[in-house]
């Protein structure tokens, strides 16, 4: 199986600050990683997918970036909706693994 | 719109069986392939199992083989999973989620999402 590994595990951040997440991979995985946000007591919510391409909907300020091994989550100016955990995932083989998240705080 | 509804989860005791369904709706069920992600409480994320779209391949996560079963009914837009055997650790929110395919692999909708609570 494909481990994913992201750091940092938490963060604190202000509203309006630039904040990046790392996400590396076991192996390569070319790009197929993608992004979710997840809120407390909410599913999971696709942020980017194939590492930079941005889902329908979700805000300009989240963009992605890498290929192979080590992928980054870029969010430009935080605001206060975007508080939350993020995962990355790959899937480029089956067990589609997920890295063990960032929670993002105030 | 596109929506999934799972259902099915409760309280059960270690051994027991339930099994979780999934509604979906708003999209060609019989065009996706799906998937279960679990969930436990205050941990991360974990894969579970696939299923195609026709219902022909399906995988399990070696944590749930031999005891989960991933089916589905394209004439009744459901998504079910089968869990036998249970034991304390598959004790999550179980959600279902699409498998989208253009321009890359990804889970682009999910269901809430079902509590699973295996104690004695």
């Known amino acids: 199986d494909i481990q994913m590994t992201q750091s940092p595990s938490s963060l604190s951040a202000s509203v309006g600050d630039r904040v990046t997440i790392t996400c590396r991979a076991s192996q390569s995985i070319s790009s197929y990683l993608n992004w979710y946000q997840q809120k407390p007591g909410k599913a999971p919510n696709l942020l980017i997918y194939a590492a930079s391409t941005l889902q329908s909907g979700v805000p300009s300020r989240f963009s992605g970036s890498g290929s192979g091994t080590d992928f980054i989550l870029t969010i430009s100016s935080l605001q206060p909706e975007d508080f939350a955990t993020y995962y990355c995932q790959q899937t480029y083989s089956i067990p589609y693994t997920f890295g063990q998240g960032t929670k993002l705080e105030i | 719109e596109v929506q999934l509804v799972e259902s099915g989860g409760g309280l059960v005791q270690p051994g027991e069986s339930l099994r979780l369904s999934c509604a979906a709706s708003g999209f060609t069920f019989s065009n996706y392939a799906m998937h279960w992600v679990r969930q436990a409480p205050g941990k991360g994320l974990e894969y579970v199992s696939a299923?195609?779209?026709?219902?022909?391949?399906?995988y399990y996560a070696n944590s749930v083989k031999g005891r989960f079963t991933i089916s589905r009914d394209n004439s009744k837009n459901t998504l079910y999973l089968q869990m036998g055997s249970l034991r304390a650790e598959d004790m999550a929110v179980y959600y279902c989620?699409?498998?989208?395919?253009?321009?890359?692999?990804?889970?682009?909708?999910w269901g809430q999402g079902t509590l699973v609570t295996v104690s004695s």
């Open positions: 299923i195609s779209s026709n219902g022909g391949s399906t």
């Open positions: 989620a699409r498998w989208g395919s253009e321009g890359g692999y990804y889970f682009d909708y």
